[in-house]
């Protein structure tokens, strides 16, 4: 395997975070690695052979310490305690508190977030499509987060569609700026095409993240479009899923 290991430095020295990559697993075209070679698609969901995903599951289980809390997620706002999930619940983000417990969020184009607090007490990740973005999925977290003890809280942006492709059309835009006007900022008019933007997800997640009293921000630097190490769902229609974790050690 090929793994992404975040860039956050002020992350407690007893928080593990990780991100997977296409490379190094059994699955084949169109859940390949783009080079020939096996895909780690860890997506049940995508018409993959179901047992090369668990082959591709066993290999991640292989490094982590304990099974990933598995979810069903359906761009909403619910929020799971990683501890208790059994059979993928449909939320779209989980909280830890407990050492060896896996917060998992898979992705393919949207924006994982993982969080902790500064004390190394509390842990969560969150996937944040545009719509869970919009309907506060990153805020519920955080509220979830401080209801077990967290403090200051650190987030890391994870890999997801870049602002050079992130094209959107005048309801996205409206679904934010009617929250928050500040967000018509993150919103780029594409010359020629009435109605049509391209949007910066980074940008609306650090402002979502903000208006919660999260600003130290890490990440934010990919594009799963552009980059083929990642699966994306808007570059190839039909492909894997990458899975971003975060757990205590």
Not at 80 to 85: G, I, L, R, S
Not at 149 to 178: H, M, N, R, T, Y
Request: net charge negative.
């Amino acid at each position: 395997m090929e793994l992404l290991i975040p860039d956050w430095s002020d992350r407690p020295d007893n928080v593990g975070a990780l991100t997977t990559l296409r490379q190094g697993g059994a699955s084949l075209g169109p859940y390949d690695d783009g080079q020939g070679g096996g895909g780690l698609n860890l997506g049940v969901h995508v018409q993959d052979d179901p047992d090369r995903v668990a082959h591709n599951r066993r290999l991640l289980r292989s490094i982590l310490p304990s099974e990933p809390a598995w979810l069903t997620q359906v761009h909403g706002v619910n929020v799971a305690d990683a501890a208790d999930v059994h059979g993928a619940p449909e939320a779209d983000a989980c909280v830890a508190t407990q050492a060896g417990v896996v917060c998992a969020m898979m992705t393919a184009d949207c924006l994982p977030v993982l969080f902790c607090d500064v004390a190394g007490k509390v842990v969560g990740s969150a996937h944040a499509g545009w719509r869970g973005l919009a309907s506060g999925v990153l805020e519920r977290t955080v509220g979830a987060m401080r209801q077990r003890g967290a403090a200051e809280i650190l987030a890391w942006l994870g890999p997801a569609i870049g602002p050079e492709k992130f094209e959107v059309g005048q309801d996205v835009v409206d679904a934010f700026v009617s929250h928050d006007a500040v967000s018509r900022s993150a919103f780029v008019a594409i010359a020629g095409r009435e109605g049509k933007f391209l949007a910066d997800i980074y940008q609306l997640a650090r402002l979502r993240l903000g208006q919660a009293g999260v600003t130290r921000v890490s990440g934010g630097g990919f594009c799963t479009v552009s980059d083929t190490r990642f699966y994306s769902y808007r570059r190839d229609k039909v492909t894997g899923r990458m899975a971003s974790l975060i757990w205590l050690r």
